[in-house]
């Protein structure tokens, strides 16, 4: 089956641009999570999707990051405006809706979001 | 690579050795624990996981241990391959949040020396 696919890999853009991250989780999982980790930090946890239902948001940073997941397939990140303390590696998970011992969270390769 | 201006621990081993990767998680009430590889390039994979009525859970050449009483984890591979040199990382999960909404450790890295 495709893993979690995240694009762009690589984003550079200038302090006060927009940039959009995209996330297609593997098929079937109910469960979508952002992550992040910016440089010298823990990766953490950004929010989590319940197939098109936002069920935590608890970890977005402030008003500049907004989650969406229209139709509950893949979900989108977007920083407006970009500060350079967002620069980091975003991570996209997936999990299925099983007991949640049984199903671990498979993660993308990340995008790597640099601002300058 | 993504590990530039993040010290992390590291471990080094020889090949064919044990490896014995420990963490020291944040909170008492914690219900779930998961080690996570994460090779240059990539996202986090799964490893093994436990829950907190365990001490011991086995899979593949890895085994991880959890000592409730001091607050501690650690992931023991056996006959370490050159292919496990990676950064590990510890996560947990405490209630009330449930799925998979986890606080990760720093994390350490694994070298293994030919």
């Known amino acids: 089956e495709a893993g979690v696919t995240q694009f762009p890999s690589h984003s550079v853009i200038e302090k006060g641009q927009t940039v959009t991250l995209r996330c297609d989780p593997i098929?079937?999982?109910?469960?979508l999570y952002w992550y992040r980790r910016v440089m010298g930090k823990e990766i953490k946890f950004l929010l989590h999707?319940?197939?098109?239902?936002?069920?935590?948001e608890s970890g977005m940073p402030n008003n500049r990051f907004l989650a969406e997941r229209t139709g509950g397939t893949y979900s989108t990140l977007k920083v407006q405006p970009a500060e350079l303390e967002d620069s980091g590696v975003y991570f996209c998970?997936?999990?299925?809706?099983?007991?949640?011992?049984?199903?671990?969270?498979?993660f993308g390769n990340g995008t790597r979001l640099t601002v300058t | 690579g993504e590990s530039v201006g993040l010290h992390l621990p590291t471990l080094s081993v020889q090949e064919g050795d044990n490896s014995i990767i420990n963490c020291a998680y944040s909170?008492?009430?914690?219900?779930?624990f998961i080690w996570y590889k994460q090779e240059s390039g990539k996202g986090p994979q799964f490893i093994i996981d436990?829950?907190?009525?365990?001490d011991k859970r086995q899979g593949q050449r890895v085994t991880v241990l959890l000592n409730k009483t001091v607050k501690h984890l650690s992931l023991q591979i056996a006959a370490t391959q050159p292919g496990d040199s990676a950064v590990y990382f510890c996560?947990?999960?405490?209630?009330?949040?449930?799925?998979?909404?986890?606080?990760f450790g720093t994390g350490t890295q694994l070298k293994v020396e030919l």
């Open positions: 999707f319940v197939k098109e239902s936002k069920q935590d």
């Open positions: 998970a997936s999990s299925w809706s099983g007991t949640v011992y049984n199903s671990p969270l498979h």
């Open positions: 098929s079937g999982h109910d469960n």
């Open positions: 996560a947990e999960r405490t209630p009330p949040g449930g799925g998979n909404k986890l606080t």
């Open positions: 909170n008492s009430a914690s219900d779930y």
């Open positions: 436990i829950r907190s009525n365990m």
